[in-house]
């Protein structure tokens, strides 16, 4: 029997502060979208008071510095995130709650239960930010870039929608760049460092990190190519 995608990774951190979990029980189910039933896909604009011009999904948002910002510039875009971490959630609440945000709504499971959902070109950003590496060889297939999931993607990408991708992980730069060059639904659009990556992808915690760290971070971008017909 088929239970649907195995989960890999961590749902919780530190000891969360009072004003953290007072957004997880007040702000949260409102903003929050439930594993959806099995059957035909639903409709994003039904998740919006006021339906948005487009809508861009972010898997893995970990802080939510990086949707928070894309909402609070985009505010007529409908920005949905998945991430599981307890604590990267709440961190997005604070920022959401902060900055009066009413165009985010967050999916706070395995984001690979919603993407099937979804319907076919409707997306016109994607993002996967810094995932996790997984950079030991025998957990390659626990990568977010690969097989199913960028098949997802571009099946949910409207023609010429961006898919943006960064990792500062040497293993997951080659990987990434090796999966996605030979999936013919993407194309190549640039591939930076992060003094020349576009004015509109803003900075994040992880990227912070790994800059104190030493390590070099990669960010791509891809288009997906338009469906024929």
Not at 91 to 100: F, H, K, N
């Amino acid at each position: 029997m088929d239970d649907g995608p195995r989960f890999f990774g961590r749902r919780r951190g530190k000891a969360l502060r009072a004003r953290a979990r007072e957004l997880l029980d007040t702000l949260l189910p409102r903003l929050s979208l439930a594993v959806p039933p099995p059957g035909g896909p639903v409709d994003p604009a039904s998740w919006f008071e006021t339906r948005p011009r487009a809508f861009w999904l972010e898997v893995g948002f970990g802080g939510g510095e990086h949707l928070a910002w894309q909402a609070a510039h985009n505010p007529d875009v409908g920005l949905i995130g998945g991430e599981v971490f307890l604590n990267g959630i709440a961190s997005l609440l604070g920022q959401i709650e902060d900055a009066g945000l009413d165009n985010v709504r967050i999916f706070p499971e395995d984001v690979r239960l919603l993407l099937p959902a979804l319907p076919d070109a409707r997306f016109e950003r994607a993002f996967v930010l810094f995932p996790d590496p997984w950079p030991k060889k025998r957990h390659a297939d626990r990568r977010f870039i690969g097989g199913d999931n960028l098949d997802q993607l571009a099946r949910l990408l409207a023609d010429d929608g961006r898919l943006r991708i960064a990792t500062d992980d040497a293993v997951y730069k080659d990987w990434a760049r090796e999966q996605m060059g030979k999936h013919k639904q993407f194309s190549l659009v640039s591939e930076d460092g992060p003094d020349s990556r576009p004015a509109d992808w803003p900075a994040t915690r992880y990227e912070a990190k790994a800059i104190k760290a030493g390590r070099a971070c990669l960010f791509l971008e891809y288009r997906r190519v338009p469906r024929s017909g």
